[in-house]
């Protein structure tokens, strides 16, 4: 008895959704046949991996008390750009650092503006989102997919496996790993923290809190440029349609539901990695199911109010953050 009531009071989202995430998937591989095929299972790798990647950049983002709305417009249009001037003739290198340059300006633009212009994030990061996809679209591509160039290095990274298992798990892991060490050991991760708790004590303390805000917005567009590249390795192209699917709910539902609050402060990797494998595992069996995309998009937006109002019970909205002009 004693131990039942210790376990329920050790209870947070997070392990709620692990506990989920493992229901869930015992459910799958009892009754969805070939759920448990090593194809389906790399299938969910896989889709886990490019959405936890955005995942993470969102949520250092969110962490710090902010939004980024235009990270899927920056994964797609970037790697769409990228791949353009490729097939354009221009040399790799030069190709790799004009658009890695772009996405820097992207990230440094949505920083300043929200940072030192204090334009609320959600609006400056729709608009820079939009803008995005509208100019490269209309001025640099001439259509909507872009293919890797055969035999391209995008190309070859996709067919890369290692114990059977896609790169791109890997290089997901080794980013998570990355990011956990900067958050939790690095001066500059603690801030992040500090300054999403509560800005203005830590401006008072010395905080660098603008700086700060600005780097976030730059580590976010170069994940979501990260998570374009291994999306075009796994696809051998990449479709800027996807900026107007439903991918961005996916990632801010990722966090939402992994425990990373919305009021800032709170969360971390771990939670990151719990709701990108119970949302992966989901949207795997949701498919297998043959439920319709329409009524997956509205499975997917009810999990997604319902985690923003658990949210906003575990971690109540306090004036400060309403002063921020965030989400």
């Known amino acids: 008895m004693n131990g039942s009531r210790a376990f329920l ?16 998937f015992g459910a799958a591989v009892i009754g969805l046949p070939g759920f448990l095929t090593a194809a389906n299972l ?16 969102m ?21 769409a750009w990228y791949l353009q001037l490729l097939g354009d ?54 259509s909507d997919a872009v293919a890797v160039p055969s035999g391209h290095w995008v190309e070859l990274l996709g067919g890369v496996r290692y114990l059977g298992i896609p790169i791109e798990v890997f ?17 500059w991760g603690r801030y992040v923290y500090y300054a999403g708790d509560n800005p203005v004590a830590a401006r008072n303390m010395g905080i660098p809190v603008r700086p700060m805000l600005v780097l976030r917005y730059v580590l976010a567009a170069v994940t979501a440029f990260l998570a374009g590249l291994l999306t075009a390795a796994s696809l051998h192209s990449i479709n800027t349609r996807v900026v107007n699917s439903t991918l961005l709910y996916d990632i801010v539902l990722v966090a939402v539901i992994g425990g990373i609050g919305l009021s ?21 069996a949701m498919t297998i199911i043959d439920i319709s995309l329409l009524y997956q998009n509205l499975i997917k937006s009810t999990i997604l109010l319902f985690a923003i109002i658990v949210d906003g019970l575990l971690n109540p909205r306090d004036e400060q953050t309403a002063q921020q002009g965030d989400i």
């Open 42 to 57: 790399i299938s969910i790798v896989r889709s886990i991996a490019v959405l936890g990647i955005l995942a993470l950049g």
């Open 264 to 284: 800032g402060g709170k969360g971390g990797v771990r939670n990151v990695l719990v709701g990108a494998a119970l949302i992966g595992i989901m949207l795997n």
């Open 59 to 79: 949520s250092v983002v969110i962490i710090g008390r902010g939004i980024d709305l235009s990270m899927v417009a920056v994964m797609a249009m970037s790697v």
């Open 171 to 187: 290089l997901f892991l080794a980013l998570a790993g990355a990011m956990f060490v900067f958050l939790r050991f690095t001066k």
């Open 89 to 142: 003739g221009m040399p790799d290198h030069m190709a790799l650092a004009l658009v890695l340059g772009g996405v820097l300006v992207i990230g440094f633009i949505n920083g300043f503006l929200v940072a030192y212009a204090e334009v609320p994030a959600i609006f400056v990061t729709l608009a820079s989102g939009a803008f995005v996809f509208g100019y490269v679209r209309s001025q640099l591509i001439p």
């Open 9 to 24: 009071r050790n209870l947070n989202q997070e392990r709620i959704v692990f506990i989920v995430a493992v229901l869930i």
